[in-house]
């Protein structure tokens, strides 16, 4: 017999997850990282200002941000990209060995998305890399050995079944907005979602396929 959780057990639940998120120093989520992927986080002491120099006579913490730095190698492409919860933040050229190290700062205590990818003046991109990453102040995150090294056909091929050359324009009225974005939720955790829905053709529907969505 199936029993259905009350709403008293449903409100305890909500209480956890909020203090687990709370009290953790540091949580990082990801949604497509290989396993050579490495993530690092610590504290930065933060500094209390002189009493000589404060009215109150008790001494101030200086408030530190968080600072996130992301490094790794793609192919021989002239750039990577940065993005953070779906909007463009900065882009970096690769070394000669062609590395790349893009350094982001923020000041709250929230979470966020970032998805960078790889690409080269003709166009061509790589996969997306995609993480999900919670930021406490004065924290230092360095997610390194980011390889964007596979690439996509996304920009070059019109996904199967579509009406319309614009990618990612689902409802085919020849424009990218929130119909399609809602077309694309619901196809979310379904099974066997339309080709042209499923954005980079992996065969589900993913943080990837938003991304895509989002740059278009």
Not at 36 to 55: E, F, G, L, R
Not at 108 to 119: A, K, P, Q, S
Request: charged share 15%.
């Amino acid at each position: 017999m199936l029993v259905m959780p009350n709403r008293h057990s449903i409100n305890k639940l909500i209480i956890v997850f909020v203090l687990i998120l709370v009290c953790s120093p540091q949580m990082l989520f990801a949604d497509t990282i290989s396993d050579v992927v490495t993530i690092s986080a610590y504290v930065v002491p933060t500094t209390p200002v002189s009493p000589a120099s404060d009215t109150t006579g008790r001494g101030t913490i200086i408030n530190m941000p968080t600072v996130i730095n992301f490094s790794g190698r793609t192919q021989i492409f002239s750039k990577v990209l940065l993005f953070k919860d779906g909007k463009y933040i900065d882009s970096v050229e690769t070394d000669r060995n062609n590395n790349f190290y893009l350094s982001l700062t923020v000041y709250d205590t929230n979470i966020y998305n970032f998805i960078l990818y790889g690409e080269d003046v003709s166009g061509k991109r790589t996969i997306p890399f995609s993480i999900d990453v919670y930021t406490k102040k004065a924290t230092i995150i360095n997610i390194s050995n980011i390889n964007l090294l596979n690439l996509t056909k996304i920009d070059n091929v019109v996904p199967a079944n579509s009406c319309s050359q614009l990618i990612a324009d689902l409802n085919c009225d020849n424009k990218v907005n929130l119909i399609d974005y809602s077309i694309m939720v619901y196809w979310m955790n379904k099974v066997n979602p339309p080709k042209k829905v499923d954005l980079n053709h992996d065969g589900k529907i993913s943080l990837i396929d938003f991304s895509i969505m989002m740059y278009h």
